[in-house]
T-cell receptor, first 113, second 112 residues
Framework: KNQVEQSPQSLIILEGKNCTLQCNYTVSPFSNLRWYKQDTGRGPVSLTIMTFSENTKSNGRYTATLDADTKQSSLHITASQLSDSASYICVVIFTGGGNKLTFGTGTQLKVEL | KAGVTQTPRYLIKTRGQQVTLSCSPISGHRSVSWYQQTPGQGLQFLFEYFSETQRNKGNFPGRFSGRQFSNSRSEMNVSTLELGDSALYLC???????????FGPGTRLTVT
């Protein structure tokens, strides 16, 4: 079964600190891996999209990395802000039998003063 | 440019009833996908429509169905509602099915 697992499940950090969220997947073959940010009560917003051949992709203070050999991805947040408090979801697009999306259960990040 | 809109935003139904949710994609987007989000299961893919045709389907029972109109607006229908169908239903639109997707705010469905 194709799966996407994220860790940690939740995380609390102080404003200004950096943090790294992890995503391990067993989906194969895949076309791309995405990281989304979802604020409470709102739909997810795309942060990064990486194809299987890309190693890193940045979007402002967000940097995603991908290691296709170990089937791991990480999302690094630099100089965290209170507005970074949200759920971060890793999504892998499975290409076997159509473009089906497999979602991780997310990491709940809380940034405190 | 207006974003993805979903109606209604909140809905309460009783078991056994059926419900129809609506999604209007961003202008120019022909792909519309539907997702179910619950605290226990997270986000799960329901189905994707492109140019009025269902292109992909997730692992949901036949009670869940959808359609897309010529103006790319899409509806999702759930028949014979069960308590477990209580969830946030999200719609996302895109120019192509495997590219960037833009999510709407969702419809919160509560089944009692």
């Amino acid at each position: 079964k194709n799966q996407v697992e994220q860790s940690p499940q939740s995380l609390i950090i102080l404003e200004g600190k950096n943090c790294t969220l992890q995503c391990n997947y067993t989906v194969s073959p895949f076309s791309n891996l995405r990281w989304y940010k979802q604020d409470t009560g709102r739909g997810p917003v795309s942060l990064t999209i990486m194809t299987f051949s890309e190693n890193t992709k940045s979007n402002g203070r967000y940097t995603a990395t991908l290691d296709a050999d170990t089937k791991q991805s990480s999302l690094h947040i630099t100089a965290s802000q209170l507005s970074d408090s949200a759920s971060y979801i890793c999504v892998v697009i499975f290409t076997g039998g159509g473009n089906k999306l497999t979602f991780g259960t997310g990491t709940q990040l809380k940034v405190e003063l | 440019k207006a974003g993805v809109t979903q109606t209604p935003r909140y809905l309460i139904k009783t078991r056994g009833q059926q419900v129809t949710l609506s999604c209007s994609p961003i202008s120019g987007h022909r792909s519309v996908s539907w997702y179910q989000q619950t605290p226990g299961q997270g986000l799960q893919f329901l189905f994707e429509y492109f140019s009025e045709t269902q292109r992909n389907k997730g692992n949901f029972p036949g009670r869940f169905s959808g359609r897309q109109f010529s103006n790319s607006r899409s509806e999702m229908n759930v028949s014979t509602l069960e308590l477990g169908d209580s969830a946030l239903y999200l719609c996302a639109s895109g120019k192509a099915g495997d590219g960037e997707q833009y999510f709407g705010p969702g419809t919160r469905l509560t089944v009692t």
